[in-house]
């Protein structure tokens, strides 16, 4: 069968679902791998030659991106101004009047979930934000210091690694030191009476806008004020309860937040306060107080430093598992926009992402594709156990297999496999989850076996405990499109009755 009639069969098998309507791009790559035909579309363009050229090497036209879902990253906040110990001297008599004002807070360092960002990649994972001014005389107040907002990927678990010096303590949700700080020591506060700065206006929310290039319109997040208020006083704000170790490290991690919602944020280092100005003794009629407590008060706190480790676990409703090659990113390819990259070799889907199907009726659901599983992954072959944990939060999963056993490949036994593999996975609950078995590749299956194979996957996924919803599909993904129609709406059906059984246990 040509490439261009497989290719009209796969559309009218998906009428119900909404098809992209220019995307040239993605369905050459579907179909390049078999095809010369995306030659003949690539019109007469004075790069085409290149272009063709880099597909026939396999290679992907779109820019190189590096997808990161690790990161360790180190944060402080920003330092208080020193509070400024100015003496205003009185007409002829020697009475002086303290005026110092107090010095301004620091910013803070506050991660924030922007749906727009898809990577946890940073040029610079070592962030400060900003410190507050001194204070000055003529009870002249320091500026606050800006805080300094991280945009990170819906879904990322934020933990904080505590030093072997600190504690996490439960009630207050805050990190102590074991051992008392040295607050009596020597500070140089010579340069306050000379200090004159006017730092005094506060134009944070300009900061914000322009600074970090935020634009509340464009990240759908409105609550300005919320993100920009003083976080000094309430570090352990959207903490979350949780408090887990990781066994890597024997240092200890606290989970901070999960920061799941759009919109959603903690801060993860919070501003040293600023250093009190003289002037908060001017009303005193005793006269001031000695020259050490005031040296004590003006000076300022340091920032939190905070050792951070982020996970990024995508946000998906339906996971695919499977063999390499077994046409996982053939049938997102088919079903939403999503371009992923198509080749008749394991592995070629290196990266986890996350693909939007859409019907005619609005309904959306998220796929998320990940690296093939093999034998022996949970021991840490190959490259699809440490993914899996994209799969955590899907409601539902997707299990397929290759029906025609290409390469030598048995359908029954990898998806015995499959399970097997799911099941060692953390504490096996993946394999509970609510599942559809796909078998693919149903054009290179004879038709006299196909019974067969669909009664054979059933018995299989039966005896491993697959909660399998409605019958085996068969399909054929990467070819003809049969059987996508009632795959497609029997995961929007599994995605609903999963929302269902929730809103039912709340
Ligand atoms: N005959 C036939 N080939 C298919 C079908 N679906 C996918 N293929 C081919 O199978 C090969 C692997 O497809 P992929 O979609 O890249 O498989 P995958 O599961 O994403 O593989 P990895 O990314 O390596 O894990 C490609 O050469 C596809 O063209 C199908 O329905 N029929
Ligand atoms: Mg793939």
Request: aromatic fraction near 6%; charge should be negative.
């Amino acid at each position: 069968m040509s490439t261009l009639s497989h290719r009209l069969i796969t559309a009218a098998a998906c009428q119900h679902l909404i098809r992209p309507l220019k995307s040239p791009q993605p369905q050459r790559r579907c179909l390049s791998s078999s095809s010369s035909l995306f030659l003949d579309l690539s019109g007469p363009s004075s790069h085409g030659r290149n272009k063709d050229k880099k597909k026939r090497a396999g290679t992907s036209a779109k820019p190189s991106y590096r997808f990161v879902d690790k990161l360790r990253m180190r944060t402080r906040g920003g330092e208080g101004g020193k509070g400024s110990l100015s003496l205003l001297r009185i007409g002829r008599k020697r009475k002086v009047r303290p005026d110092g004002g107090h010095g301004g807070d620091g910013g803070s360092v506050i991660l924030f979930a922007d749906p727009k960002t898809q990577s946890l990649r940073m040029s610079n994972p070592h962030v400060t934000a900003a410190s507050g001014s001194n204070g000055s005389s003529q009870e002249k107040h320091g500026r606050k210091g800006k805080n300094t907002i991280v945009r990170v990927p819906c879904g990322v678990v934020v933990k904080r690694v505590l030093a072997y010096s600190e504690t996490w303590n439960p009630e207050t949700r805050q990190v102590q030191k074991l051992f008392g700080e040295d607050t009596e020591a020597d500070y140089d506060f010579s340069s306050e009476f000379s200090s004159d700065d006017d730092d005094s206006d506060d134009d944070d929310d300009e900061y914000l806008q322009t600074t970090h290039g935020l634009d509340p319109e464009m990240i759908g997040f409105s609550d300005w004020d919320a993100l920009n208020r003083d976080f000094s006083d309430d570090f352990d704000h959207n903490h979350d309860e949780d408090q887990e170790t990781d066994l890597d490290d024997d240092r200890e991690r606290v989970t901070l937040a999960d920061l799941d919602q759009p919109g959603s944020y903690v801060v993860v280092a919070r501003g040293g306060k600023g250093g009190t100005g003289s002037s908060i003794f001017a009303s005193l009629h005793g006269g001031l107080p000695d020259g050490k407590i005031l040296t004590k008060n003006a000076r300022p706190e340091e920032g939190e430093v905070a050792l951070l480790e982020l996970e990024l676990k995508l946000i998906a409703d339906i996971g695919l598992v499977g063999f390499p090659n077994a046409g996982k990113s053939s049938l997102l390819c088919a079903m939403s926009r999503a371009g992923p990259r198509v080749a008749p070799y394991p592995f070629t889907t290196l990266n986890p992402f996350v693909g939007v199907v859409e019907y005619r009726d609005g309904f959306r659901l998220k796929a998320a594709d990940i690296p093939g599983l093999i034998d022996g992954a949970s021991q840490g072959k190959g490259k699809g156990h440490e993914f899996l944990r994209h799969l955590e939060r899907t409601k539902a999963l997707l299990y397929i297999v290759d029906a025609a056993g290409t390469d030598g490949r048995d359908p029954i036994e990898d998806l015995k496999i499959l399970a097997n593999e799911l099941a060692q996975y953390g504490d096996g609950d993946m394999l509970t989850r609510r599942a559809l078995v796909v078998a693919n590749k149903l054009d290179l299956l004879k038709e006299e076996k196909e019974a067969q194979v669909m009664a054979d996957l059933a018995t299989a996924a039966d005896e491993m405990g697959i909660q399998v919803f409605g019958n085996v599909h068969s399909i054929s993904a990467g070819v003809t499109g049969q059987g996508l129609s009632p795959l497609s709406e029997a995961m929007r059906q599994i995605v609903l009755q999963y929302e269902q059984d929730t809103e039912a246990n709340e």
